[in-house]
């Protein structure tokens, strides 16, 4: 069975190269007839069009003489650039058909949606491939603010904010910044705990006073970016993960549970001392179930069915962090947020900021490990008090995984020359030095 899925990849794989090669030849031809309109007296009478057209699409930008040229869809033509074009080793948009209009950000900006100003390009430098990120305008277009934006992948783009996938860095290529031209903002970038993501070559002279923001899950970034967020429903109407909070299902729901808590572990390596703490807690109360590479129970953990188990079956996960770092919470307390389950907390976070109140239950406000263990116990039995941990329900929801914040990003740059100019004097310190720390709640624990 295998197999014959294999092979039938490799057939559609053969058909979408040839497509491509297809393709790549009438883009070629039309791309040079486009680049010959551009010299003569049509070209100058375009670019004279009022400033209040309105555009689709940014297709393209680039340099021209020292200034950032952007190339423009207009509203109404048929045509997008189709995904094929925007993978590696073939930028080129251009397509058959459609009006593209270049406009030099210095004397002419674009009208977007209902909004005039000068485009700005955000390159979005060495993120991996799972980030999906796309070229062009398209994640701007619900923004409720200043949405002339267009994203870039190309390294080459005249763009005036670069973010940087900061893990990436750590190679010969940037032992020196890039050239940076006059205005353009770089921010740092990092989702993972310092331990996994710092870049040591950023932490060099060179890099100094280079980086103006920082875009990591740590609440004092410029631009926050973390696992999960808490959206309070007034403020969220158009949110898709709107259940009614139903306080009788609910308690249905906490009636058919059986069993006390489980947790995942894949990494065995006794990271922040999670295997350590899990030993004790299973000597202070049964009903500990380890699932993953570590423990005896599988399930497949990137499976909803799998999370709807736990729901069913479970009061308590154990989102236990593997780094102990500030504001470091990861799926693992966020994803279970999103079912009827309650996870109890181990980490390097002060959880009451990230986190809705009466939501989860930390393993440091107990005097030892027996002691939570009887309190979980206690809330097993008592079901009107277990509640008392999923009535934050009723008034937020948790989004899971947090999209990458476009909006923000875009009135951000939009806004940056208008606020005082900033910059890190070394970005790695700021990411490394003195926040996280070593897991040592366990002596605490030990003596029952
Ligand atoms: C670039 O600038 C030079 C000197 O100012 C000018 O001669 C040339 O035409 C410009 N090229 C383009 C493509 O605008
Ligand atoms: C522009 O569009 C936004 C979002 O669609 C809307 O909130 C705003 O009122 C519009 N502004 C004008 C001047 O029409
Ligand atoms: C944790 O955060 C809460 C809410 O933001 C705050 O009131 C509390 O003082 C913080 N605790 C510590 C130890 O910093
Ligand atoms: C960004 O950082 C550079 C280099 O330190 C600095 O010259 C520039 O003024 C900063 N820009 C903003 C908007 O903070």
């Given at each position: 069975m295998p197999r014959l899925t294999r092979s039938c990849r490799q057939i559609l794989h053969i058909a979408i190269v040839v497509t491509c090669i297809f393709l790549t030849g009438s883009v070629l031809y039309n791309h040079t007839s486009l680049f010959r309109s551009r010299s003569d007296q049509h070209w100058t009478s375009l670019s004279k069009?009022?400033?209040v057209d309105t555009y689709k699409d940014v297709i393209q930008t680039y340099w021209r003489n020292n200034s950032k040229v952007v190339l423009l869809q207009k509203e109404g033509d048929a045509y997008l650039p189709q995904k094929?074009?925007?993978?590696k080793n073939n930028h080129d948009p251009l397509r058959r058909g459609v009006t593209y209009w270049e406009r030099e950000s210095r004397d002419a900006s674009a009208k977007i949606g209902n909004q005039t100003s000068d485009v700005k390009v955000i390159l979005m430098r060495d993120?991996?491939?799972?980030?999906?990120i796309k070229p062009?305008?398209?994640?701007?277009?619900?923004?409720?603010?200043?949405?002339s934006c267009t994203v870039a992948t190309d390294s080459n783009v005249p763009a005036d904010l670069v973010i940087l996938f900061?893990?990436?860095?750590?190679?010969?290529?940037?032992?020196n910044p890039p050239p940076r031209p006059a205005n353009q903002m770089w921010a740092y970038f990092a989702v993972e705990a310092p331990p996994h993501?710092?870049?040591?070559?950023?932490?060099?002279?060179?890099?100094?006073?280079?980086?103006?923001w920082t875009m990591t899950?740590?609440?004092?970034?410029?631009i926050r970016f973390g696992y999960g967020i808490v959206v309070t429903k007034s403020s969220d109407s158009?949110?898709?993960?709107h259940k009614t909070y139903d306080e009788s299902a609910l308690m249905k729901k906490i009636r058919g549970k059986s069993k006390m808590a489980a947790i995942f572990v894949s990494?065995?390596?006794?990271n922040a001392q999670r295997l350590s703490f899990l030993k004790l807690l299973k000597k202070a109360v049964p009903g500990v179930d380890v699932y993953g590479t570590c423990g005896s129970l599988k399930c497949?953990?990137?499976?909803n069915s799998c999370h709807e188990m736990l729901e069913r079956?479970?009061?308590?996960?154990?989102?236990?962090?593997n780094s102990h770092c500030t504001?470091?919470?990861?799926?693992?307390?966020f994803l279970t947020l999103k079912y009827d389950v309650v996870p109890v907390v181990r980490g390097g976070a002060n959880y009451s900021s990230l986190?809705?109140?009466?939501s989860v239950i930390d393993?440091?406000?107990?005097?030892s490990i027996l002691d939570l263990g009887r309190y979980l116990q206690y809330l097993m039995d008592n079901p009107t008090e277990y509640l008392r941990y999923l009535r934050w329900k009723k008034d937020y929801v948790i989004v899971?995984?947090?999209?990458?914040?476009w909006c923000e990003l875009c009135s951000k740059v939009h806004e940056a020359y208008k606020q005082r100019p900033q910059a890190y004097v070394n970005v790695n310190s700021w990411w490394v030095d003195g926040t996280c720390r070593q897991a040592n709640d366990l002596h605490l624990y030990g003596q029952f």
């Open positions: 069009l009022s400033p094929k074009d925007e993978e993120f991996p491939y799972y980030y999906e062009g305008s398209q994640v701007f277009q619900g923004c409720p603010g200043v949405r900061s893990i990436n860095s750590n190679s010969r290529n940037y032992m993501s710092y870049s040591s070559v950023l932490g060099s002279p060179a890099w100094q006073l280079y980086f103006n899950y740590r609440l004092d970034s410029d158009g949110s898709s993960d990494n065995c390596n006794d497949d953990k990137g499976s079956d479970y009061f308590f996960y154990l989102a236990f962090e504001d470091y919470v990861t799926e693992k307390a986190v809705p109140p009466m393993t440091s406000a107990f005097q899971e995984p947090q999209p990458l914040p």
